[in-house]
């Protein structure tokens, strides 16, 4: 076994997969992606046990993951995860975009779930390391990228409601298109009455499994009412407006400001989110981070005093939402389409991301 030092630069031992896909299969692939669907040959591996600390740090072959059926995650769900992407700069190079917010996240979460913390320098050089390995995985077509998806489970074999001695980080790696064919189009968004994202004191402000689990029967009633994605209300009053299933929500007004919800821990808080806020305020927009509710909506969207309305995350960066149902019925946002304030966020951010942009925050994590 080997014990990992959470040093600046911790060493990954290689170990090549012994099946690589052949260069005109991989170049198939990468013709149309999707989303999701295809992944790159390698993944990294760091293991940890109780009493040892974190070890083994391995950049592999990517396979399936073998457990006994009595482990852990299994039976009480210990497990976080992460999602952040790398781009092909227009210079040649490869960059991360924020992935130590994503590591302070990871722990965030870790904290929250009763795991223990992996040292920023190990989740950034898994990152890292595997995005070098994976370099001919960038598929070459308008919004590519390599996704990234380090995850962390419970890993002990054993029956008992404590946390786990034992535990399994991976990241693996997914070529991707534009979440959106097409280019970003308007969604329609379902307000769910039923059903809650999350409660005070939960676990909203974790990226845990569980709570995107449990916005699946909600999503799946949206789309049974004809709406592309399903927004949460708060669990307590049923009245303000929190996060879709997966996106974080931004509302622009006609005198050009901006409106996103708070957090005060239901919420992710989305990198994203984050970013587009900063990039807001550097082009002198007043953003507030105030409550919103669903009767505010309606009724501004009706006088117009609301133009636009936009949903962000790392898979889709920017989707405008035109139109919004309840049991009532529905209303339009704007011109029920892409707003152009929106549409400068996505543009700015994008920009940033693949370094057609200046960088004045230093988020891009240049890998060469």
Known sequence: MTLVSPAAAPTFRFDRSATPVAANERAARLVDPGFGRVFTDHMAVIRYAEGEGWHDATITAR?????????AVLHYAQEIFEGLKAYRLDDGGMALFRPEA???RFNNSARRLAMPELPEALFLQSCRQLVQTERDWFPQIEGGALYLRPFMFA?????GVKPSSEYLYMVIASSVGAYWKGGARAVSIWVSQDYTRAAPGGTGEAKCGGNYAASLLAQSEAIRQGCDQVVFLDAVERRWVEELGGMNVFFVFDDGTMVTPPLTGTILPGITRDSIIRIARDQGITVREEKYGID???ADAASGRLTEAFACGTAAVVTPIGEVAEPAGRFTIGSGGTGQLTQRMLDALSAIQRGRAADPHGWLDRLG
């Open 155 to 159: 890993s002990e074999a054993f029956l």
């Open 102 to 104: 994503n590591a302070r």
């Open 296 to 298: 505010q909506w309606r």
């Open 63 to 71: 396979a399936p993951v073998t457990v006994d059926p009595s482990t």
